[in-house]
């Protein structure tokens, strides 16, 4: 449902059920976003809700899906946007590339056979290995990893960000990555 009030506020008529639904949507994509880069947050402080209505349309109106893969779309549209300040930023850079990674390992439907991922941000030069539980309960870990330009994690610039994922329980092994 494209909500009017979701995407102009405006509009709003605050005893609709419609309102009700659409603000209850944005505040629910608000702490999906920034519980998890609270840097941001910060930086932001009363623009954060403008901010990511925004973003939000951006996303509908493209029809982009709000998946594990949201937080670099943020970074994507932050730098579309002119808002340099925050897309160049590094520490909101890596806790994006963390919150995707955590993401992907908490859904266990989407790429069922995979372990492990690693997410690359080729522009600050920052990795994140993520490895999913093998047993439930168990929690999934979070590696910050370090890579050479030329290595293999490095080597491909054509991609501002990529992930590559592994089958394989005791190691890294990348069949090969894809861009994000």
Request: hydrophobic share 40%; with cysteine; net charge positive.
């Amino acid at each position: 449902m494209k909500s009017r009030y979701l995407l102009n506020p405006s509009l709003s008529k605050s005893n609709s059920n419609e309102f009700f639904i659409a603000h209850f949507a944005m505040r629910l994509n608000w702490h999906k976003i920034y519980d998890h880069v609270p840097t941001l947050e910060q930086n932001l402080s009363n623009e954060s809700s403008d901010i990511l209505r925004k973003f939000v349309q951006y996303c509908v109106e493209r029809n982009i899906p709000l998946n594990w893969q949201k937080h670099i779309m943020l970074l994507y549209w932050m730098k579309n946007n002119h808002l340099n300040a925050y897309y160049n930023n590094s520490i909101i850079r890596f806790e994006c590339l963390k919150a995707c990674a955590a993401a992907w390992a908490a859904n266990m439907y989407i790429d069922l056979n995979a372990i492990r991922m690693i997410i690359v941000d080729n522009i600050s030069n920052q990795a994140i290995g993520v490895i999913r539980p093998i047993h439930f309960p168990d929690n999934y870990r979070l590696i910050k990893m370090g890579f050479e330009k030329n290595s293999e994690i490095g080597s491909d610039n054509n991609y501002e960000f990529k992930y590559g994922i592994s089958i394989k329980n005791n190691n890294w092994e990348i069949q090969n990555w894809k861009q994000i």
